[in-house]
T-cell receptor, first 112, second 113 residues
Framework: ELKVEQNPLFLSMQEGKNYTIYCNYS?????LYWYRQDPGKSLESLFV?????AVKQEGRLMASLDTKARLSTLHITAAVHDLSATYFC????????????FGTGTRLQVTL | DGGITQSPKYLFRKEGQNVTLSCEQN?????MYWYRQDPGQGLRLIYY???????QKGDIAEGYSVSREKKESFPLTVTSAQKNPTAFYLC????????????FGSGTQLSVL
């Protein structure tokens, strides 16, 4: 059974600071997705990582994938309040994104 | 604009009642999905469909049923057999290849009266 673990589960950080969210998964896969969710809202797609060593960046967020270590990271650079949300990673074993297994999420709170 | 429309936004279920959540997409996506989200938790897959008139159970299908009679529609029925239905339900769709993200609708909050 595929298990996806994120840590930390909750992260409070000051504006301007850097931090990394980790996503570990238990079985081989080279397809991983990151999503953002604001309270009471739907999920917004952030990144699609499809191969070992993949790195994607958008604004203050950068995601990477190490399939050998079964690890993805979401790095936050110089955090701003607008980044406050819950971040989920999801792993696909099927090759068609038909069965995503989600992590439990990391709730990020950026304080002034 | 293309997107995924879920309705209603809020739904209340009485004891012993079946309720149906609507999901429509105009993205011409082949695959559609239903996920359940409980407070403070990740999403769990209920059912998915990769083609019209075909669907498969996900990880927590018991107490739920679906149909896929049209490419753009994938309604979810929460039956009376689902004893703990209170949750946030998210419908999603994708072209069916891993290159593209699964896109999500705005969700339906189901509560028990």
């Amino acid at each position: 059974e595929l298990k996806v673990e994120q840590n930390p589960l909750f992260l409070s950080m000051q504006e301007g600071k850097n931090y990394t969210i980790y996503c570990n998964y238990s079985t081989t896969s080279d397809r991983l997705y990151w999503y953002r969710q604001d309270p009471g809202k739907s999920l917004e797609s952030l990144f699609v990582l499809l191969s070992n060593g993949a790195v994607k960046q958008e604004g203050r967020l950068m995601a990477s994938l190490d399939t050998k270590a079964r690890l993805s990271t979401l790095h936050i650079t110089a955090a701003v309040h607008d980044l406050s949300a819950t971040y989920f990673c999801a792993v696909d074993k099927t090759g068609t994104a038909s069965k995503l297994t989600f992590g439990t999420g990391t709730r990020l709170q950026v304080t002034l | 604009d293309g997107g995924i429309t879920q309705s209603p936004k809020y739904l209340f279920r009485k004891e012993g009642q079946n309720v149906t959540l609507s999901c429509e997409q105009n993205l011409n996506h082949d695959a559609m999905y239903w996920y359940r989200q409980d407070p403070g938790q990740g999403l769990r897959l209920i059912y998915y469909s990769q083609i019209v008139n075909d669907f498969q159970k996900g990880d927590i299908a018991e107490g739920y049923s679906v149909s896929r009679e049209k490419k753009e529609s994938f309604p979810l029925t929460v039956t009376s057999a689902q004893k703990n239905p209170t949750a946030f339900y998210l419908c999603a769709s994708s072209p069916g290849t891993a290159r593209y993200s699964v896109l999500f609708g705005s969700g339906t909050q189901l509560s028990v009266l």
